[in-house]
């Protein structure tokens, strides 16, 4: 069973930095691809960056190109969320998740296992 352990949330105000970390357990991690989501209140939970199971190749959702790098260290199965430059409207839960390799990152149905996710708060 996979299991998903997120970290690094917090308060911050606007143009501040934060770094999510993501421990993985129960499968082999860099066989797979990592992904973050986010979902903010009444709001559907949206694709925030992805790498693949070797770490060479990302994707960012066009929001958050520049600001956001997404790595991962295979050696200590770990994802993580670099974000600089943070705004209000990056307030959210963000979520760690994992699926197979493949096209669609964006598609939230790719993955299959998912952390209990990390609050964001950016004040203005």
């Known amino acids: 069973q996979v299991q998903l352990v997120e970290s690094g949330g917090g308060l911050v105000q606007a143009g501040g930095s934060l770094r999510l970390s993501c421990a993985a357990s129960?499968?082999?991690?860099?066989?797979?691809?990592m992904g973050w989501f986010r979902q903010a209140p009444a709001k559907e939970r949206e694709f925030v960056a992805a790498?693949?199971?070797?770490?060479?190749?990302?994707d960012y959702v066009d929001s958050v190109k520049g600001r956001f790098t997404i790595s991962r260290d295979n050696a200590k199965n770990t994802v993580y969320l670099q974000m600089n430059s943070l705004k209000p409207e990056d307030t959210a839960v963000y979520y760690c998740?994992?699926?197979?390799?493949?096209?669609?990152?964006?598609?939230?149905?790719?993955?299959?296992?998912w952390g209990q996710g990390t609050q964001v708060t950016v004040s203005s």
């Open positions: 129960g499968r082999t991690f860099g066989s797979y691809l």
């Open positions: 998740t994992t699926g197979r390799p493949g096209p669609a990152w964006a598609n939230w149905s790719k993955y299959d296992s």
């Open positions: 790498v693949s199971g070797s770490g060479t190749f990302t």
